[in-house]
């Protein structure tokens, strides 16, 4: 309760924390920078986040920024991120992943760069998507472009937060169209997320991507839950 009094009156505290930020500290205070629960994913190919793609579709490169547990570090950023307009945490995050995944010799073949799409009813209510910022920070660190057309999201729902597990295994597929034109053809997508869980949802994106002849895939997500 104390806290939540401190975070109306004095805003200006952590987004992971929510402790008053110090003079010199911007949007995550230092020492959830120093305690985020990173991932080495972008260094090995055959990683966790990779394998939950196995037989599903083909990916050329899946990695995860962050471990998401619960009452973590990572679920208190993204869900104030998500549902508190925190936008600036994408670019933080986005800035610094960037950095690293620069060294990843299959993304310097990345030609646009994609966010999973809200549906337009869920767009005007929210006014954003959360993983906007991260998607735009990456394209930048990455020097590719940033196309939020691609996708398009036909299906409203519930969030994939307040699923159960059985049915976070299961989007259908016309949850999402694809649109294209020749210019797309033969060209390598980044898929951008905020959490990868079961992958149902980034499959089903994935599988509308792969409908543009020629396309390759590879995936970046926030954070990822582990199994």
């Known amino acids: 309760m104390l806290k939540k009094l ?11 924390c929510s402790e008053m930020l110090l003079q010199n500290e911007d949007t995550i205070c230092i ?4 305690n985020l629960p990173l991932t080495t ?16 579709i083909p990916v050329e490169h899946v990695s995860a920024m962050l471990y998401y ?25 986005g800035n610094w992943y960037a950095n690293e995944l620069n060294d990843i010799q299959i993304l310097q073949n990345i030609d646009y760069i994609i966010p999973v799409p809200l549906h337009k ?3 005007k209510e929210r006014g954003y ?3 906007t910022t991260f998607g735009n920070a990456i394209a930048n660190g990455l020097k590719k472009e940033f196309d939020d057309t691609v996708l398009v999201r036909n299906e409203y729902a519930v969030t994939q937060s307040k699923k159960n597990l059985i049915n976070r295994n299961s989007v259908s597929e016309n949850t999402f169209q694809v649109q294209f034109s ?3 053809h033969n060209k390598h997508f980044l ?7 079961t992958g149902a949802t980034l499959e089903a994106c994935g599988k509308a991507v792969l409908q543009i002849p020629g396309a390759k895939l590879s995936i970046v997500t926030i954070a990822m839950s582990q199994s």
């Open 6 to 16: 401190i975070k109306l009156f004095f805003p200006n505290v952590c987004s992971g």
């Open 31 to 34: 020492s959830c920078r120093h």
């Open 41 to 56: 994913d972008f260094l090995r190919s055959g990683n966790e986040s990779f394998k939950k793609f196995y037989g599903r």
């Open 69 to 93: 547990h619960k009452k973590g570090i990572a679920q208190q950023l993204i869900h104030n991120l998500k549902y508190r307009n925190h936008q600036k945490i994408g670019f933080i995050l």
């Open 121 to 123: 009813k869920r767009l």
């Open 129 to 131: 998507n959360q993983v």
């Open 182 to 184: 020749n210019i797309h």
């Open 191 to 197: 898929l951008i997320d905020d959490v990868l869980t």
